[in-house]
């Protein structure tokens, strides 16, 4: 089980919107950066948000991070079928000095 | 263009050992901090182990202490993970990452390059 929480799952419709959350606590989001990661199947993670809200290179303003407190949250809008994939939240453990990931949540594009 | 190119997975009975290799181009190499990251099959992501650029701070997860060491040519623009003592629970895609930073032990900016991976498989 990860320290890290995220939702196994969410889905919407094309073009709506999708929100994962990733919580954790003070030792960890709440005291520390939280980037975020796309996995598309069969392939190796991607880098979409760093340092809570900074898109990565090449990423879309429709994919957005944010945080508050010991929570983080990726958002998702214009959803299209090609976000299908697997994300990931990832932060600094400053109790465990580990880098910690969540457990992933899988976007359905109904 | 940044590529990172690993190798030396492979099947190895319990107790073996194997040594992955990553080399990388496309960016300065001893400015970066590196890190290994395995996925089970089917399973979510971990940190094994992440290396400063200069390769003097190292750090490993819990599970692999003792069993796993992480090292750097910088010359060489590689980097390494010695696995020995290998359990079943080892068994994994491990993926070669650049991180954002150069230091570790402290903070977390990213990881922002990542390799295509390499498998490993600890079975009798």
């Known amino acids: 089980q990860s320290v890290l929480t995220q939702p196994p799952s969410v889905s919407a419709t094309p073009g709506q919107k999708v929100t994962i959350s990733c919580s954790g606590s003070?030792?960890?989001?709440?005291?520390?950066?939280v980037s975020w990661y796309q996995q598309l199947p069969g392939t190796a993670p991607k880098l979409l948000i760093y340092?809570?809200?900074k898109r990565h290179s090449g990423i879309p303003d429709r994919i957005s991070g944010s945080k508050s407190g010991t929570s983080a949250t990726l958002d998702i809008t214009g959803l299209q079928t090609g976000d299908e994939a697997d994300y990931y939240c990832g932060t600094w453990d400053s109790s465990l000095s580990d880098v910690l990931f969540g457990g992933g949540t899988k976007v359905t594009v109904l | 263009e940044v590529q990172l190119l690993e190798s030396g997975g492979g099947r190895v009975q319990p107790g073996g050992s194997l040594r992955l290799s990553c080399v990388v181009s496309?960016?300065?190499?001893?400015?970066?901090?590196m890190s290994w990251v395995r996925q089970a099959p089917g399973k979510g992501l971990e940190c094994v182990s992440l290396?400063?650029?200069?390769?003097?701070?190292?750090d490993y997860t819990d599970s692999v202490k003792g069993r796993f060491t992480i090292s750097r040519d910088n010359s060489k623009k590689t980097l390494y993970l010695q696995m020995n003592t290998l359990r079943a629970e080892d068994t994994a895609l491990y993926y070669c990452?650049?991180?954002?930073?150069?230091?570790?032990?402290?903070?977390?900016?990213?990881?922002?390059?990542w390799g295509q991976g390499t498998t490993v498989t600890v079975s009798s």
């Open positions: 290396i400063s650029g200069s390769g003097d701070t190292t």
């Open positions: 340092e809570n809200n």
């Open positions: 990452v650049k991180l954002k930073q150069q230091l570790v032990g402290y903070s977390f900016y990213g990881m922002d390059v």
């Open positions: 496309g960016f300065t190499f001893n400015t970066y901090a």
């Open positions: 003070s030792s960890n989001i709440g005291n520390n950066y």
